[in-house]
């Protein structure tokens, strides 16, 4: 079975664009988290949906955005991008909501560097 | 604030020297405790799950442990595929985040 899979792998913007992230996560999984992990750092929060609503957000501003498909399927959006939005974004799959305890899975990841 | 540290934060080893990891956590209440391993460039590959004090698991040359305050990873006898960055995790009962460590960088050289 596949695993929690992202696309792009790679991209390059300039400050100011906007940027969408895809996962798909691991089948039969309903929820998705998305992480920011910046080089050295561990990964830190952003999103998680489940069942296609909004469960929770970490302490990011308001041009980052997410969305999740009926396929549970989702989205990162991040506008007016700044060049400390550069880092790896980390899409992460759990069968149900992550408040019931379940292990997440994570893909390999977007590389977003900003110029 | 729900906090989570690892230590050491690099750690080289002779192939077949034993030695643990650390993460020590200070949470409002603990669902579960996590510790991932990340090679570079990829995104982290799961290796246990905790839940509780005095729990314990073992895969292959890893063991992971359990306390009210910390969580240790025992690597027995490394080999130098065992090199890459070792991440803890802890997801605390109020919240559906998991709050990660800066991990652990281990390199075992032949």
């Known amino acids: 079975d596949a695993g929690v899979t992202q696309s792009p792998t790679h991209l390059i913007k300039t400050r100011g664009q906007q940027v969408t992230l895809r996962c798909s996560p691991i089948s039969g999984h309903k929820s998705v988290s998305w992480y920011q992990q910046v080089l050295g750092q561990g990964p830190q929060f952003i999103f998680q949906?489940?069942?296609?609503?909004?469960?929770g957000r970490g302490n990011f501003p308001d041009r980052f955005s997410a969305r999740q498909f009926p396929n549970y399927s989702s989205e990162l959006n991040v506008n007016a991008l700044l060049l400390g939005d550069s880092a790896l974004y980390l899409c992460?799959?759990?069968?149900?909501?992550?408040?019931?305890?379940?292990?997440?899975?994570f893909g390999e990841g977007s590389w977003l560097t900003v110029v | 604030e729900d906090q989570v540290t690892q230590s050491p934060e690099a750690l080289r080893l002779q192939e077949g020297e034993s030695s643990s990891l650390n993460c020590s956590y200070t949470?409002?209440?603990?669902?579960?405790l996590f510790w991932y391993r990340q090679d570079p460039g990829k995104g982290p590959e799961f290796l246990f799950t905790?839940?509780?004090a005095g729990e314990e698991k073992e895969k292959e040359r890893l063991k992971a442990t359990l306390t009210k305050k910390e969580s240790f990873l025992h690597i027995t006898a490394p080999k130098p595929e065992d090199s890459a960055t070792y991440l803890c995790?802890?997801?605390?009962?109020?919240?559906?985040?998991?709050?990660f460590g800066t991990g652990t960088s281990l390199t075992v050289i032949p």
């Open positions: 949470v409002s209440g603990l669902r579960g």
């Open positions: 992460a799959s759990s069968p149900t909501s992550v408040l019931s305890g379940n292990t997440i899975y």
């Open positions: 949906y489940y069942e296609k609503e909004e469960r």
């Open positions: 905790l839940y509780s």
């Open positions: 995790a802890v997801q605390v009962i109020t919240g559906n985040q998991f709050y």
